[in-house]
């Protein structure tokens, strides 16, 4: 049932497309492994063995510290309105900060918003698809408008204060770099 590619196939980009929401792993060489659901209009696929997605200002700040301890991520995909599959892409990911030269031209590719806080450039080293067979169906409705509207509430200097008090560490105290860059 389950096969491994060393790139995504035209199919597997038009599955992933066609997702309203996508899961992010990562854990550090210790402590807790981290999985964080992703939706609204955050994830492109750029090539084969490329994809970027942007993360939004969020209560935790997981990502960025694992990456910065170990250079690994999952992404993981499910069908759950037609289609029965599962799908993982496996790599490794650049965390690029607003203060960082490639960030603008990418956080470009996704809708304005003032909660963005990374942009994730990952390059994957392999697919995996499975049936996905006792996954659910569940019909999609709609983005929820709360995160937005909160950043939007925040304005710039709102959220910025939020990584000052909020995001500055991973659950299990490993630094974060969202507001100074890693030595």
């Known amino acids: ?3 491994q590619f060393d790139q995504l196939s035209e199919v597997l980009t038009r599955f992933i497309e066609a997702q309203h929401i996508f899961f992010v792993g990562t854990a550090g060489p210790q402590g807790r492994v981290n999985i964080s659901p992703k939706g609204m209009d955050s994830l492109r696929v750029m090539s084969p063995n490329r994809i970027v997605w942007r993360n939004l200002t969020g209560s935790g700040n997981e990502t960025a510290g694992h990456l910065a301890q170990i250079n690994r991520m999952t992404l993981m ?7 029965p599959m599962i799908l993982r892409t496996y790599g490794s990911a650049r ?6 030269a490639d960030f603008a031209e990418l956080n470009a590719l996704f809708p304005a918003s003032p909660g963005a806080r990374q942009v994730y450039d990952m390059l994957i080293d392999l697919v995996q698809s499975s049936c ?5 169906f569940m019909d999609y409705v709609e983005d ?3 995160l937005k509207g909160w ?25 974060t770099y969202v507001t100074e860059p890693g030595t």
Not at 77 to 83: I, L, N
Not at 95 to 100: A, E, I, N, Q, S
Not at 132 to 136: E, K
Request: proline share 8%; charged share 25%.
């Open 1 to 3: 049932m389950g096969q």
């Open 77 to 83: 995909w499910c069908g759950f309105e037609a289609k």
């Open 95 to 100: 965390t690029l900060h607003p203060r960082d």
């Open 132 to 136: 996905g067979y006792a996954v659910p």
């Open 144 to 146: 929820r408008e709360v």
């Open 151 to 175: 950043a939007e509430q925040k304005g710039p200097d709102g959220v910025s204060d939020y990584w000052t008090t909020r995001n500055q560490q991973t659950i299990d105290g490993a630094p």
